[in-house]
């Protein structure tokens, strides 16, 4: 199984290159990251914002581990985006994963992603206007697949979300947009599935399993975020707590599907007002309970 984490964990706590390139080779032991936009902003001026994500590329490199995608991260997550009601918010949508791209490819890194976005609450209830948006969101896409092309980038991601107000939400969702995608982008647009996500009972009831993606959509999935949750809410657990993700289950899965490249990216994510020296802890922690449950 092919294990590596996203970089949320490290927010505020630990943002010198070096040091955190250290803590993921020494005592996660992993050798494949995922870098979150909250290290450094998309929306900073680009001078001083590529200076620093260029400096965490540099660390990790020396260290002699991958970063194989920049990520959206706690700060991205809060803005409509691409599905925002009006053309004024969507164009920023649009400019803030292309400030993303061109900071992923000023770090060298292959793949960058985030949520689409969010439909307002008006719109997320009208079907016309939910269609309208999902068509100039998806040309969006396609424009920025090209520059991403030119910037040496080769591939996008998406992640679905546990929200009926965005998109999308469900496999069939996931599905329908990369249908929409095939073929229409200069470089592929590809799914990133997390667990915590595809395990949320309110929206998906008895379809809350990973089984249903990869059987609808799974030829489209890139990776995965792996959490641990009671699928009551999108929790972000560790794994040295229980819930409805067992380490044994992530290997079986892996096995059972034959994936080979499609990376799980743990995406824990702490309270602000948790003991740095306990996150650390306990992150050493969650990665030897994956790696060694098979």
């Given at each position: 199984?092919?294990?590596?984490?996203?970089?949320?964990?490290?927010?505020?706590?630990?943002?010198?290159?070096?040091?955190?390139?250290?803590?993921?080779?020494?005592?996660?032991?992993?050798?494949?990251?995922?870098?979150?936009?909250?290290?450094?902003?998309?929306?900073?001026?680009?001078?001083?914002?590529?200076?620093?994500?260029?400096?965490?590329?540099?660390?990790?490199?020396?260290?002699?581990?991958?970063?194989?995608?920049?990520?959206?991260?706690?700060?991205?997550?809060?803005?409509?985006?691409?599905?925002?009601?009006?053309?004024?918010?969507?164009?920023?949508?649009?400019?803030?994963?292309?400030?993303?791209?061109?900071?992923?490819?000023?770090?060298?890194?292959?793949?960058?992603?985030?949520?689409?976005?969010?439909?307002?609450?008006?719109?997320?209830?009208?079907?016309?206007?939910?269609?309208?948006?999902?068509?100039?969101?998806?040309?969006?896409?396609?424009?920025?697949?090209?520059?991403?092309?030119?910037?040496?980038?080769?591939?996008?991601?998406?992640?679905?979300?546990?929200?009926?107000?965005?998109?999308?939400?469900?496999?069939?969702?996931?599905?329908?947009?990369?249908?929409?995608?095939?073929?229409?982008?200069?470089?592929?647009?590809?799914?990133?599935?997390?667990?915590?996500?595809?395990?949320?009972k309110p929206l998906f009831k008895e379809n809350a399993n990973m089984?249903?993606?990869?059987?609808?959509?799974?030829?489209?999935?890139?990776?995965?975020?792996?959490?641990?949750?009671?699928?009551?809410?999108?929790?972000?657990?560790?794994?040295?707590?229980?819930?409805?993700?067992?380490?044994?289950?992530?290997?079986?899965?892996?096995?059972?599907?034959?994936?080979?490249?499609?990376?799980?990216?743990?995406?824990?994510?702490y309270p602000f007002e948790a003991d740095d020296d306990f996150v650390?802890?306990?992150?050493?922690?969650?990665?030897?309970?994956?790696?060694?449950?098979?």
């Open positions: 199984m092919k294990l590596g984490t996203n970089l949320s964990f490290a927010i505020k706590r630990w943002i010198d290159g070096p040091q955190l390139a250290e803590i993921v080779k020494s005592k996660l032991g992993l050798q494949y990251v995922q870098y979150t936009w909250d290290l450094s902003d998309p929306w900073w001026p680009a001078d001083k914002r590529d200076k620093i994500a260029v400096s965490y590329a540099k660390a990790f490199k020396e260290a002699g581990i991958t970063i194989e995608s920049t990520f959206g991260g706690l700060a991205s997550y809060a803005y409509n985006h691409f599905l925002a009601p009006t053309e004024e918010m969507r164009a920023l949508g649009f400019e803030h994963f292309q400030r993303a791209i061109d900071m992923t490819s000023a770090m060298e890194v292959a793949a960058a992603g985030m949520p689409f976005g969010s439909f307002s609450y008006s719109d997320a209830k009208n079907a016309q206007k939910r269609d309208e948006i999902y068509k100039i969101a998806l040309a969006m896409i396609v424009k920025l697949a090209r520059h991403a092309k030119e910037k040496g980038l080769a591939t996008l991601l998406i992640e679905p979300v546990p929200l009926a107000t965005e998109f999308p939400a469900t496999a069939a969702e996931a599905l329908k947009m990369m249908n929409d995608l095939d073929g229409q982008t200069d470089i592929p647009v590809r799914l990133l599935v997390d667990w915590g996500h595809a395990l949320y089984d249903i993606w990869m059987e609808v959509c799974g030829k489209y999935i890139h990776s995965f975020h792996i959490q641990q949750t009671d699928g009551s809410l999108d929790c972000h657990w560790s794994f040295t707590r229980d819930g409805l993700v067992t380490p044994q289950g992530l290997h079986d899965f892996w096995r059972k599907y034959n994936l080979d490249t499609q990376t799980f990216f743990l995406e824990i994510i650390l802890e306990d992150m050493i922690k969650t990665a030897d309970i994956v790696r060694i449950a098979a």
